[in-house]
């Protein structure tokens, strides 16, 4: 991320005729929000003088304690690209204070920071690549979006069977043009499937380049006369979409996991770093697979990660080392779907990796065959733990969980299971589709 000073945003805008700039923010459950102001009001929203009402804010604060203010990162500035020439709008991502000037402990965007200041004080920096997968679906009538698709294409195929293809190339152009650096684009496994994987950052920028992407994926497929979703498994009987997570630590300029001269090339820190990783999954999971629908993903037989081991290039556990080493060397978490709140997964993970590094927490040796092959009693014979079989279990161990508790702060902690628990509640209390046409003839 390039590093801009308030001056820096008043020059840019002044230069690219901006008229109006989004302040952006996410609430805990992840949705971006935003306060539009004219450019005449940007110097003292960059000075921290605009308030918003945070009680209207899912997750936020009480309506007697709704004042809050908006603190842009001046190092978030980025042009929309679909408003050059007719109006031009700008984008700062923000962090929430309260109205003393401290920061807001339930800002998901702060409890990332507080995590990446204790690896920080432990001498390290968090490196993230994320690989978002999403649907692009027709809509209805052009406006009600639907779960069809004319595509019928597989992994890596090309138009005219990837339907999606001429899309996908203008969400690429358009990140482009927002600072992005696009590594990969392509088609997924199921059809209406896509995949556009950018390039890794630091945490921090990781997570403001997650939220920032789904906003532009959704606002280039509506141009598009299309439906894009996020959600994990919108379709029955096909791949549902993840977020593969790929993640290391540096000191300065070496990356702390390589050893060339270590088993498996990875140092004792990222060994321990793996350890805390699956130390932590059963917890950390209602965090980065925090929707009741992420568990009809998160069950075997279409390439989720269900079982908690780890391996180098088997895709079947729950971590995976890739290949690459140097300062290429990475640990990817491969459970995490993209409806999560990439600041709050991101937090959890690193938190798990930092608490794995402290106390020592060694992994047990790689799994390298087929979990999805192997019998209940061959998983239970290699220690091999299960993700939570849906929201309610993994809530529970959330709840179990204090190293998980501590990443997010209290505020963020009780909110988000207050919230969770309201969702599986109305859940399993529904008279789904599938019970009617189950039962409604038989019994």
């Known amino acids: 991320m390039e590093k801009l000073t308030k001056e820096d945003v008043l020059r840019k805008a002044r230069e690219l005729d901006v008229k109006f700039i989004h302040l952006q923010f996410t609430d805990i459950l992840g949705i971006i929000k935003n306060v539009a102001i004219p450019v005449e009001q940007?110097?003292?929203?960059l000075d921290g003088k605009l308030m918003f009402d945070g009680s209207s804010i899912e997750g936020f604060v009480r309506i007697?304690?709704?004042?809050?203010?908006?603190?842009?990162?001046p190092s978030t500035f980025t042009i929309f690209p679909w408003s050059i020439g007719n109006g031009t709008i700008a984008r700062l991502m923000c962090d929430i204070y309260n109205p003393d000037g401290t920061p807001f402990e339930?800002?998901?965007?702060?409890?990332?920071?507080r995590v990446l200041?204790?690896?920080?004080?432990?001498?390290?920096?968090?490196?993230?690549?994320?690989?978002p997968e999403f649907f692009l679906f027709d809509k209805k009538n052009g406006s009600k979006p639907t779960t069809e698709s004319g595509d019928q294409a597989g992994y890596f195929d090309l138009a005219p069977v990837d339907m999606g293809e001429d899309c996908r190339k203008d969400m690429?152009?358009?990140?482009?043009?927002?600072g992005f650096e696009i590594e990969a684009s392509h088609h997924e496994v199921a059809p209406a499937q896509h995949e556009i994987d950018f390039r890794y950052a630091d945490g921090l920028s990781t997570a403001d380049n997650i939220a920032t992407f789904r906003f532009v994926v959704r606002t280039v497929?509506?141009?598009h006369g299309l439906h894009a979703t996020f959600m994990p498994k919108p379709v029955f009987g096909i791949n549902g979409s993840g977020m593969h997570t790929h993640q290391s630590l540096f000191r300065g300029e070496e990356n702390a996991f390589y050893d060339p001269n270590a088993k498996y090339q990875l140092s004792e820190t990222a060994?321990?770093?793996i350890g805390g990783l699956m130390k932590h999954a059963r917890a950390f999971t209602a965090i980065t697979n925090p929707l009741v629908n992420s568990y009809k993903r998160l069950v075997p037989g279409y390439e989720a990660p269900v079982y908690i081991a780890w391996s180098e290039r088997n895709r079947s556990p729950l971590v995976r080392v890739p290949a690459a080493r140097g300062k290429q060397t990475r640990v990817e978490l491969r459970n995490p779907d993209p409806s999560c709140n990439p600041y709050l997964a991101l937090a959890v993970m690193l938190k798990s990796g930092l608490d794995g590094i402290k106390n020592k927490i060694m992994p047990p040796e790689p799994v390298n065959k087929n979990i999805y092959a192997l019998t209940p009693e061959?998983?239970?014979?290699l220690g091999i733990e299960s993700l939570p079989g849906s929201l309610a279990e993994a809530v529970e161990e959330l709840k179990r969980d204090e190293v998980i508790q501590e990443a997010l702060g209290s505020h963020i902690f009780k909110r988000f299971v207050e919230a969770k628990q309201i969702e599986w509640d109305i859940y399993r209390t529904q008279i789904h589709s599938w019970e009617i046409d189950q039962y409604l003839m038989v019994f």
Not at 42 to 45: I, Q
Not at 64 to 73: A, F, G, K, Q
Not at 172 to 178: D, G, N, Y
Not at 378 to 381: Q, S, V
């Open 271 to 273: 060994l321990y770093y």
């Open 378 to 381: 061959e998983r239970a014979e």
């Open 172 to 178: 690429v152009l358009t990140l482009q043009q927002m």
């Open 106 to 113: 339930g800002c998901p965007r702060g409890a990332l920071k």
């Open 42 to 45: 940007l110097e003292d929203a």
């Open 221 to 223: 497929a509506l141009k």
């Open 64 to 73: 007697e304690e709704s004042d809050m203010y908006l603190r842009p990162d």
């Open 117 to 131: 200041e204790e690896a920080r004080a432990m001498g390290f920096t968090m490196m993230a690549g994320p690989e």
